[in-house]
C-alpha cells in the first residue's frame, strides 16, 4: 500500500494537473521524453488471454509486454480489481509510469443490458437512448474500464447482415441523430470524470454495405452515395466529440479503411477536422495482407501514413515500425503523430492526473444493475417494441381467463439480452414467462410448452450459432410432440402468445444469413397454432428486419421486441397487458422476400418507374414479387388510433435563405393514451444528380392523450434541401419541393412549394 501511494506520488508529480486546453502540450512535452521503443508501446492495444471473457486476464506474456512498455491498452476483461492488476503493471514498472487505456465492447448496455440498438433505433427516442448509454458509462466505470467500442453507426440496407442489429437502419438523418445521443450517452460534457467513458465510433467506414449481406464482403459504391447515405452518421459523431475512432474490416474504392488515406486524414481529419484517435478493429491491419495490398511490414507503414493510430491485436505497428523507420518507409514524425494522439487521449481521460481514476472496488455494488438501472432498461425496452400487426384490437390483452404461452423463447432468459453483450449475464435476465408472472401472473392462468426447438438445422446450431457458448439448448423430443403439446395448450386457453425468431446469436457479428425467415422448425408451429382458430399474437426476437409475409397473414397480432435485455420478460408483458402502449417505429424497410434486398425508402425512381398498378412490362419491377416491402420504414402501430390533418405551409413561394413552417394537427382518435413519431420527409423531384423519392428530414415523439389533438410544426430551412452535387459540394437548387409528413415512410400527407435562389 505504502508503495503505490509514493508511486502515485512520483505520477502526480509528473503530470500535474492540467486543462483540457493545455493536452496537447502536456502531451508533446511527454513524447519528448519517450524512446522510439515506448513509442510503438502507446500504439499497441492487446487482449489478454487472447479472449474477451474467458481467458486469463493477464496472461504471462501479456504482463511481461505490459512491463517493458509495449502495451498501450488493454480490451475485453472487466472489474476494479482486474483492471487494478493491470494498471500496476503499466505505472509501476514501465520507465515513464504512463497508464494504459481499459476498452471494452460496450455495445447496448454493460450489464444492464438495453434493447439492441435496432431496437434502441425503433424508440426514436433520443432521451432515451442517451439515457441507455449515460447507464453503460456508469456501469462501464463503475467496472474499472474507460473507453466503449461504441456507437456503432454503420447505415445498412441489407437484411442478411448480422450486424444491422448493432446499428440504427437505413437511414442517415435518423442514424447521426442516434449517433450524437450516443455519444453524448457515453461522454458526457467532461471526459475525465469517472463515471463518463469515451466513445469509439465504428466501424469506419461503409461496413454495413457488405455486398451481398456477407460478412467482411467486399464494398464497392459511389462517391455520392457514401456522401448521402453513408457517412453522414460518423460526422454527426465527429460534431458530437467522439474521442476515437475503429476502421472497419472492408476495403473503400480498393484500399483497405485501415491502411486508407483519403479515409482516416483527408476525410476524417481534414474534411471533418476530427481530433480523437483512430483503432483498427481487430487484427484489421494484419487483414490487410489477405486483401493482397502487401506484407505485414508494408501494411503496417501503410496504415500509419495513412493515419491510424492504435493496432488492435495484430502488434504489426509494434514489430514492423521500427524496421520501416530505419529503411526510411516512415518517418519518426509519423510515429510521434500517432502516439501523441494516443497520449491525448489519456490526458483527456484524466489518466494522467490519476491513472486509478476509474478504479474503486466500491463502485460495482453502489452502481451496477441497481434497481433505478433497471427500471431504465424496463422503460426503454418497452419503447422499443414495434406493434406490427394489431387485427381487432387483440392486443392489449385482459388480465384474465387463460393464456397458452407457447415457443422456443417463452420460457427462455438466455436469449433475452441479443448480440454482443460481453459483459451481460443471462442469468440476471428477466423472462418472458416471469415477465407475465409479475405483470398478470395473479389474475391470469398460463399453460406453456416450448412448441419447437430454434431450428431442427442442428449442426448450424451446434457448429455457428453456439459457437461461443451453449446459448440455445436442443429438446431432443421430436418436433411433431412438442408442436402436439403446444396445440393442446392452445386448445385449452383464450389466446395464445407464441414467442419465436431469432436466438441471439442469430445476428451479430459473423451471422449474415441468406434466408431471413423465422426457421422452419417454429414457422411449423405458428402453422399448427393458427390451425387452432385461436387468437395468435406472435411475440417475435429478432435481430433484423425477418420476411413475414405468411406470419402477417395469419397471426392476429405481431409485436417485435427485437432482443429486449435484462428486463425483456417485464417490458414485453407491459406491452402485451397495456401498461405501456407500443411506440416504436421500425428503423431498417422489412421486405417481402430475400429477393427484393437490398430495399429501402429512399430509392431513386428510375428512368422507368412503376407505379405499383398492373402488371406492365419494360418497368422496374419483378416477375415474382411486388416492389413494396412487408413493413415500410417508419413503420409501427398503436393501441390507439392516431389521426393526420393535411399539411399547411406558411409559404408555398420562397427565395434564398427564407424558413418556412410545416405544421399538421395530430389527433388522438383512439382510447388510449399513446405517443407517436410524426416524421418528415422532403422530395426534390428534380435537381442536377438523381435524388431519392424522399428523405427522412425531421421527427417528433409526441404523447397525446385520448382525444387531445397538438399542432405539430417543423421548420425548414435551405439546410433540409441541400444535397451532394457531383463535384461532391454540398448544395440546394431551386425549384419545386414536396413536403411530407405522417406516420411512416409510406403514408404520408403531402404538400408541394416552389423554392427559388
Ligand atoms: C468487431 C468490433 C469489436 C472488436 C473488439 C471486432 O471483431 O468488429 O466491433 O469492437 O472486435 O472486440
Keep these: 500500500m505504502k508503495k503505490m501511494l509514493t508511486l502515485c506520488v512520483i505520477v502526480l508529480l509528473s503530470y500535474p494537473s492540467f486543462s483540457q486546453n493545455d493536452i496537447s502540450s502536456k502531451a508533446k512535452a511527454l513524447l519528448a521524453k519517450m524512446t522510439l521503443e515506448e513509442k510503438l508501446g502507446q500504439l499497441n492495444l492487446i487482449i489478454p488471454g487472447g479472449a474477451a471473457v474467458t481467458g486469463s486476464v493477464v496472461s504471462t506474456d501479456v504482463e511481461s509486454k505490459i512491463k517493458s512498455g509495449k502495451v498501450g491498452g488493454l480490451f475485453g ?90 446499428g440504427s437502419g437505413e437511414d442517415p438523418y435518423l442514424g447521426g441523430e442516434i449517433a450524437k445521443a450516443m455519444v453524448r450517452g457515453y461522454q458526457g460534457t467532461d471526459l475525465s470524470k469517472n463515471n463518463t467513458l469515451m466513445a469509439c465510433v465504428k466501424h469506419f467506414a461503409l461496413y454495413g454495405g457488405a455486398e451481398a449481406g456477407r460478412e467482411y464482403n467486399t464494398v464497392d459504391m459511389s462517391r455520392i452515395k457514401m456522401y448521402e447515405y453513408y457517412l453522414p452518421p460518423y460526422k454527426a459523431a465527429v460534431d458530437a466529440g467522439a474521442g476515437s475512432f475503429m476502421s472497419s474490416f472492408n476495403e473503400i474504392d480498393g484500399v483497405p479503411a485501415t491502411g486508407n488515406k483519403w479515409l482516416l486524414t483527408d476525410l476524417l481529419r481534414k474534411q471533418w477536422g476530427f481530433k480523437g484517435f483512430v483503432v483498427s478493429d481487430y487484427t484489421s491491419l494484419n487483414e490487410m495482407v489477405n486483401h493482397g495490398v502487401g506484407d505485414l511490414q508494408t501494411v503496417s507503414a501503410q496504415s500509419l501514413k495513412a493515419g491510424l493510430d492504435m493496432d488492435m491485436v495484430g502488434e504489426g505497428l509494434l514489430n514492423t515500425l521500427g524496421k520501416s523507420l530505419k529503411e526510411g518507409k516512415v518517418s519518426m514524425a509519423d510515429i510521434d503523430q500517432a502516439c501523441l494522439r494516443i497520449l491525448e487521449g489519456k490526458f483527456k481521460l484524466g489518466l494522467f492526473d490519476d491513472p486509478y481514476r476509474y478504479i474503486d472496488e466500491t463502485r460495482p455494488a453502489k452502481d ?70 409479475n405483470v398478470a401472473g395473479n389474475s391470469i392462468n398460463i399453460i406453456t410448452a416450448k412448441g419447437a426447438n430454434f431450428t431442427n438445422d442442428t449442426a448450424l446450431f451446434l457448429k455457428r450459432v453456439n459457437a461461443l457458448g451453449v446459448e440455445a439448448e436442443i429438446d431432443p423430443r421430436s418436433s411433431a410432440d412438442m408442436i402436439d403439446e403446444a396445440v393442446a395448450a392452445a386448445n385449452k386457453a383464450d389466446v395464445v402468445v407464441a414467442v419465436v425468431g ?69 417490458a414485453i408483458a407491459d406491452v402485451l397487458f397495456g401498461n405501456y402502449n407500443p411506440s416504436g417505429k421500425i428503423t431498417a424497410t422489412f421486405p417481402r422476400s430475400v429477393g427484393q434486398i437490398p430495399i429501402y425508402y429512399n430509392h431513386k425512381t428510375t428512368g422507368r418507374p412503376f407505379d405499383g398498378t398492373g402488371f406492365p412490362k419494360y418497368k422496374s419491377n419483378y416477375l415474382d414479387e411486388s416492389n413494396d416491402p412487408l413493413y415500410p420504414f417508419g413503420y409501427g402501430l398503436s393501441y390507439t388510433k392516431f389521426e393526420y390533418s393535411p399539411v399547411m405551409l406558411s409559404k408555398t413561394n420562397l427565395k434564398g435563405e427564407e424558413k418556412l413552417t410545416a405544421t399538421v394537427t395530430l389527433t388522438n382518435a383512439g382510447k388510449y393514451a399513446g405517443e407517436e413519431v410524426v416524421q418528415l420527409y422532403i422530395t426534390d423531384p428534380v435537381a442536377s444528380v438523381t435524388r431519392a423519392v424522399k428523405d427522412l428530414k425531421g421527427f417528433q415523439k409526441i404523447m397525446l392523450q385520448p382525444g387531445e389533438s397538438k399542432e405539430i410544426s417543423f421548420v425548414i430551412t435551405t439546410e433540409q434541401l441541400s444535397f451532394y452535387n457531383s463535384e461532391l459540394k454540398k448544395i440546394w437548387e431551386p425549384g419545386k419541393f414536396i413536403v411530407h409528413i405522417g406516420t411512416n415512410s409510406s403514408n404520408v400527407q403531402s404538400a408541394e412549394l416552389q423554392w427559388s435562389k
Design 502 to 570: 431469432e436466438t441471439s446469436n442469430m445476428s451479430g457479428e459473423a451471422a449474415s444469413r441468406a434466408d431471413i425467415s423465422i426457421p422452419a422448425s417454429q414457422q411449423d408451429l405458428l402453422k399448427a397454432l393458427a390451425k387452432t382458430g385461436k387468437p395468435l399474437v406472435i411475440v417475435l426476437f429478432n435481430g433484423r428486419p425477418l420476411t413475414l409475409v405468411w406470419e402477417n397473414e395469419h397471426a392476429h397480432a405481431i409485436l417485435d421486441v427485437w432482443a429486449p435485455g435484462t428486463e425483456g420478460g417485464n
Design 77 to 166: 476483461f472487466w472489474g476494479p480489481d482486474q483492471i487494478r492488476k493491470a494498471q500496476d503493471l503499466a505505472v509501476k514498472n514501465t520507465r515513464l509510469h504512463i497508464p494504459m487505456i481499459f476498452g471494452l465492447d460496450i455495445i447496448h448496455g454493460h450489464k444492464t443490458i438495453f434493447p439492441i440498438p435496432l431496437g434502441l433505433a425503433a424508440s426514436w427516442d433520443m432521451g432515451l437512448i442517451e439515457q441507455s448509454a449515460k447507464i453503460a458509462a456508469l456501469e462501464g466505470t463503475a467496472d474499472g474500464l474507460n473507453w466503449a467500442f461504441s456507437p456503432m453507426v454503420d447505415i445498412a440496407r441489407d437484411a442478411r447482415w448480422g450486424r444491422i442489429s448493432e
Design 368 to 437: 451496477i444493475l441497481t434497481p433505478a438501472n433497471r427500471a431504465a432498461a424496463r422503460n426503454i425496452a418497452a419503447h422499443s417494441m414495434v406493434l406490427l400487426k394489431n387485427d381487432k384490437q387483440l392486443l392489449p390483452l385482459k388480465k384474465s381467463g387463460t393464456i397458452a404461452l407457447v415457443g422456443p423463447l417463452a420460457d427462455n432468459k438466455r436469449n433475452m439480452l441479443g448480440t454482443w453483450v460481453v459483459a451481460g449475464d443471462w442469468k440476471q435476465s428477466v423472462s418472458v414467462l416471469e415477465g407475465i408472472k
